[in-house]
């Protein structure tokens, strides 16, 4: 794996960010994932939703690193029992740490203090109450975030980058990695198939991309998000947005 002896352990995220991209940008996707693991061990983070194959990719990478990486897991309640089931299965048949965060409040609380179905109302606000906020606490715990973006998801994603440093709300600068940024949703199932990766069984009943419950549709097309927050304008559920790049 590629090093450079003149980089230390206590550079700041940007500065990694400038100096590794180069490197990191050359190595296989295993290679980037086993870089994190070693760097950061249990001070990275790897969100997976269970829901999409991305996600799953990863989740079977950082299962094959020394040492393995951590699982951030947001569970909103409001998930399709699919989702639980595939995560429960994971974390025993990989051996993952999978750390799982929920909402301040209660589906019945959100419901009392903010009235029925905001989902309806305001999916901004209930997106930010049931992910936004389990997300902020479960990244105290991380100097390096992993996540399954790809440019090729959305037109919102277009411009993502490998290496990418961020500063959360607290002014703290975290680094972001999206080892999976240059693939093609062809490369995502080929890993799938070829690897014998589990996925989440509703992709093969014509979801293409999985959140909550309430708002997740079945959906056709290039667009690989279309199904979420159907008949909206919304595409984003403020995950990858609410942090300064």
Known sequence: MPSNPEL????????????YAPLLENMHTQEVMQWVAERFGNRAGLSCSFGGPGG???AHMASLCEPKIPVLFIDTD????????LMKEVKR????????????????????????????????LCCHL?????MKALLQGVDCWVTGLRRDQSATRANTQLLEAHTLEDGREILKVNPLVAWTRKDVWAYIHEHHVPYNRLLDEGFTSLGCTHCTARATGTDERAGRWKGSAKTECGLHTFTRS
Do not use: C
């Not at 409001?78 to 089931?85: Q, S």
């Not at 990989?94 to 029925?116: I, K, N, Y």
């Open 130 to 134: 049931r992910k936004v906020e389990p």
């Open 93 to 124: 048949d990989w051996g993952l740490v999978v750390r799982t965060r929920r909402a301040a409040l209660s589906p019945q609380e959100q419901s009392e203090r903010h009235g029925p179905r905001l989902w309806e109302r305001q999916p901004d």
């Open 56 to 58: 799953m990719i990863l």
């Open 8 to 19: 230390s352990n206590d550079m700041q995220p940007r500065a990694v960010a400038t100096a």
């Open 78 to 85: 409001f998930l399709f029992p699919e989702t639980y089931t």
